[in-house]
């Protein structure tokens, strides 16, 4: 299985300032098709995973444009430009290019 | 809108059984693979199986390999997960999820639903 690292596990952010997430995984999420099969996703609390980005960079439907994701092969980063209130929650970052899908261990962003 | 509403969890004992359930609307169900996602309580999110979009295809994590069953029936825009041999460590949140490629294969999960408790105890 593919084993998905991410780091740090918390993070405590004042709003306004930005924040990163890295996500490493053990092998190389790029498929022959040329695609590399790589998503983030946010669960709020008490909510269950919505999701945030995928394919690395791509921001799905309704994702405010502070959140950016970039990285290739194994190496991977969610920023946030400008963290707000509403972004707390646990991040998780998951390979789609194998099965079974894998997730990382989850990053908790608080607000300062 | 994409909505996706499970149902079915409850108490069971270890060693019992148990069928989830998902309803889905919003979208053309059987153009799309569909997943089980399950969190345990306080853990992070472990992927159990995925079905595609005309149910000729399953797979499944080794942890439930062999005791739980994904299936689909797309004239109810419905899928389910019929669970066996439960075990203490099968206790969790089990989330319906859309798979975001259409048509055949598999790519990755956009859609989630809201989850259905199961527990696992004597």
């Known amino acids: ?112 | 809108e994409v909505q996706l509403v499970e149902s079915g969890g409850v108490v069971v004992q270890p060693g019992g059984s148990l069928r989830l359930s998902c309803a889905a609307s919003g979208f053309t169900f059987d153009d799309y693979a569909m997943h089980w996602v399950r969190q345990a309580p306080g853990k992070g999110l472990e992927w159990v199986s995925l079905i595609s979009w005309d149910g000729g295809s399953t797979y499944y994590a080794d942890s439930v390999k062999g005791r739980f069953t994904i299936s689909r029936d797309n004239s109810k825009n419905s899928l389910y997960l019929q669970m066996n041999s439960l075990r203490t460590e099968d206790s969790a949140l089990y989330y319906c999820a859309k798979d975001n490629h259409y048509g055949s294969g598999s790519y990755g999960v956009d859609y989630w639903g809201q989850g259905t408790l199961v527990t696992v105890s004597s």
Do not use: N
């Open chain 1, 1 to 112: 299985d593919i084993v998905m690292t991410q780091t740090p596990l918390s993070l405590s952010v004042t709003p306004g300032q930005p924040a990163s997430i890295s996500c490493k995984s053990s092998q190389s999420l790029l498929h022959s098709d040329g695609k590399t099969y790589l998503y983030w996703y946010l669960q709020k609390p008490g909510q269950s995973p919505q999701l945030l980005i995928y394919e690395v960079s791509s921001r799905f439907s309704g994702v405010p444009d502070r959140f950016s994701g970039s990285g290739s092969g194994t190496d991977f980063t969610l920023k946030i430009s400008r963290v707000e209130a509403e972004d707390v929650g646990v991040y998780y970052c998951m390979q789609s290019i194998q099965l079974p899908y894998t997730f990382g261990q989850g990053t908790k962003l608080e607000i300062k």
